[in-house]
């Protein structure tokens, strides 16, 4: 007699310390059967790799809200599917500058005290040069600290602000963009976040003004350092991207980023956010 025996999740390493490539079928990870296993390895690997796995915006849907979705995107009609995407069809003025933020190392949501746990972007346009989005892996960057440095750094805070995340791509904002980006406010987070797993992670990007208490200088050598460290050969992955590749990363331990791309190419990925659970603390 036949034994059913459950789907197992099959998955290979794409570098040591970041990024695994899932083999399963479309049908396999739509079954529902491998939900702990994926969030498991999701954390464990910051990076997940679903290779033209061709999900249509329904199933893409679906699995998200398998993983722990539910979250309503950014868009305008509170759907649950969101255009990555500069191309001025696509979206508002404010929308692309706003996107344009996501060129440089970034965390998504430092605005909130609770961030997305993850996202998943599925590709349906190439760019014609560029676009490769990159990530990295800040569980693992942190780690691999030296003790004292990790003291050092467990109890300093960050004061996060939008705009200071808008000034990597416009250095030279009206007044006007300036005020209606510091409208959005600020945060401060701590440099280093305590996970309840247990694990550790840093918490850095563009929108990290200062260290609260350092002066402007010393503040810059210790977001800059770390973020060239964090985002250095061992911990960082990059996915040039085929049209129906799928990837989900881990936003509460990696940064990630948009590579330079022609604005006007049509370059589009489709983005489902995973509902945050855990405030930085
Ligand atoms: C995002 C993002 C990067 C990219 O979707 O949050 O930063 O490559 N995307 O477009
Ligand atoms: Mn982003």
């Given amino acids: 007699m036949a034994v059913l025996e459950k789907t197992k999740l099959r998955h290979e390493e794409i570098k040591p310390k970041i990024g695994s490539r899932i083999l399963n079928s479309k049908e396999e990870l739509l079954s529902g059967e491998l939900v702990e296993e994926i969030n498991d390895l999701l954390e464990q690997r910051g990076v997940l790799v679903f290779k033209k796995i061709d999900f249509t915006d329904e199933e893409q849907v679906t699995f998200s809200n398998m993983l722990g979705g539910n979250a309503t995107e950014i868009g305008v009609d509170g759907g649950a599917v969101f255009s990555i995407s500069l191309d001025a069809k696509e979206h508002s003025k404010e929308v692309i500058e706003y996107l344009k933020g996501s060129l440089y190392w970034h965390v998504d949501g430092t605005m909130n005290p609770v961030p997305i746990r993850g996202s998943i972007l599925s590709s349906k346009v190439l760019p014609t040069w560029g676009g490769n ?20 750094l467990d109890e300093l805070r960050v004061t996060h602000a939008m705009w200071v995340s808008q000034l990597y791509w416009c250095p030279e904002p009206t007044l006007a963009q300036l005020e209606d980006w510091q409208s959005k406010g600020e945060q401060e987070l701590p440099l280093v976040w305590h996970h309840k797993s247990g694990r550790n992670s840093l918490v850095l990007g563009n929108t990290a003004r200062n260290v609260v208490g350092k002066d402007m200088e010393e503040s810059a050598r210790i977001l800059h350092g770390l973020r060239e460290f964090a985002t250095s050969e061992p911990y960082h992955y990059a996915h040039e991207w085929e049209v129906g590749d799928a990837v989900m990363w881990d936003n509460t331990g990696t940064l990630h980023r948009a590579m330079p791309y022609d604005p006007d190419c049509g370059r589009l990925l489709r983005r489902t956010i995973l509902l945050g659970d855990e405030p930085f603390s």
């Fill in 133 to 152: 989005t990159e990530f990295a892996n800040c569980y693992a960057a942190y780690d691999d600290l030296p003790e004292d440095k990790k003291a050092e």
